[in-house]
């Protein structure tokens, strides 16, 4: 019985449909607006309410939609107490599955189905040129143009926002090395100060070294983009407390500074005192209280300065430079001859 009811009341619809396409009518409520695709929306009436006929009972009305364009729907649903839900076939329409909504010609909003369906609305690939017709006098930087064929002329539209056909453009890979220089941890260099840290003095080579970490790499991967970082340490600045300035007499001023390629190395066990090492200072000045603040060190800083490049998969490359720092004190004194008389002086 319900079958048949729904039957009857889709090929009145249809009926009703082609007639006014034959005629050429135009909906009252749709002035200057030709109906190139007509639809109806039969529902099953709620099971109270004012459209209700009975409990198996249908209700027929047109769409509420004022845009060019109208789907065709036909649905029946379950009443409270209904053992079995019977639904027709539907012509011509299929569910939106993805789906967006558009200002329409009345202004009001219609929801547009975007698929490869033949009713469905499909992204115009590669978009019309800027000052096109299709664009409706729209920014092409602000939207999409949509087109549909279904059941009359080519039509288009004007889609705001993203162009959802279009996958987002791939990673900046130069925004993934900023990731991973922050992903790199550059340590702290240990301070080495020789031969023997606690008989340094003036005049005599002060041996200076950092640990050595060796190279670190971080790689960061973003979708089908990966940078991978190499940081390795170039060289080491030092600022060595007493006064750069040298005289006969002792006066303040900036600290000395020397800046060694590498790491710089330990003395070996048997090294020549009087020959530069590869990183080294002659201090001048003893690091007496009255200098130092009341401490008796000549405070010591150590500067890494790290040579980092960064290559990526896309074939893109760049580099930057990372520090870390460390302090230390040193206590330098002074060795001084003394003549002493007797046997054998």
């Not at 971080?218 to 190499?230: D, E, K, L, M, Q």
């Not at 040298?246 to 190395?265: F, R, V």
Request: hydrophobic share 30%; net charge negative; aromatic share 6%.
């Amino acid at each position: 019985m319900l079958r048949g009811r729904l039957a009857g009341l889709a090929l009145i619809a249809v009926v009703s449909a082609l007639t006014i396409l034959s005629t050429g009518h135009e909906s009252p409520g749709l002035a200057g607006q030709n109906w190139r695709m007509v639809a109806w929306s039969l529902s099953k009436a709620a099971c109270q309410g004012p459209t209700s006929v009975d409990q198996n009972g249908i209700a027929v009305s047109r769409g509420d939609k004022t845009g060019p364009y109208v789907g065709f729907n036909v649905s029946v649903e379950s009443c409270p107490g209904s053992e079995a839900t019977e639904t027709p076939d539907t012509a011509d329409h299929a569910t939106n599955v993805d789906s967006a909504p558009i200002q329409g010609d009345a202004d009001t909003t219609d929801q547009i189905s975007i698929g490869p369906g033949e009713c469905q609305w499909k992204i115009v690939q590669p978009p019309p040129p800027a000052g096109d017709q299709s664009w409706g006098g729209n920014d092409p930087a602000t939207g999409s143009v949509i087109t549909n064929s279904c059941n009359g002329p080519i039509e288009y539209r004007f889609l705001p926002g993203p162009n959802p056909a279009v996958p987002p453009p791939p990673p900046d890979p130069a925004v993934l090395a900023q990731q991973a220089y922050s992903e790199l941890e550059i340590p702290q260099p240990t301070i080495g100060a020789g031969p023997d840290r606690t008989k340094l003095a003036v005049n005599l080579w002060t041996w200076l070294w950092v640990d050595d970490p060796g190279q670190l790499t971080v790689t960061v991967t973003a979708g089908t983009v990966s940078v991978t970082a190499t940081a390795t340490l170039a060289s080491v600045t030092w600022t060595l407390g007493e006064p750069g300035a040298h005289g006969d007499t002792y006066q303040q001023g900036s600290p000395a500074s020397i800046t060694c390629q590498g790491t710089g190395t330990p003395p070996p066990p048997t090294f020549d005192w009087k020959a530069p090492p590869p990183c080294g200072h002659q201090f001048h000045w003893r690091s007496l209280k009255e200098r130092t603040g009341g401490t008796g060190t000549w405070p010591i800083t150590a500067t890494t300065n790290w040579t980092v490049t960064w290559q990526s998969n896309t074939g893109v490359t760049g580099g930057t430079t990372l520090n870390a720092t460390n302090n230390d004190q040193l206590d330098i004194g002074e060795y001084r001859i003394v003549l002493v008389q007797g046997p054998g002086a």
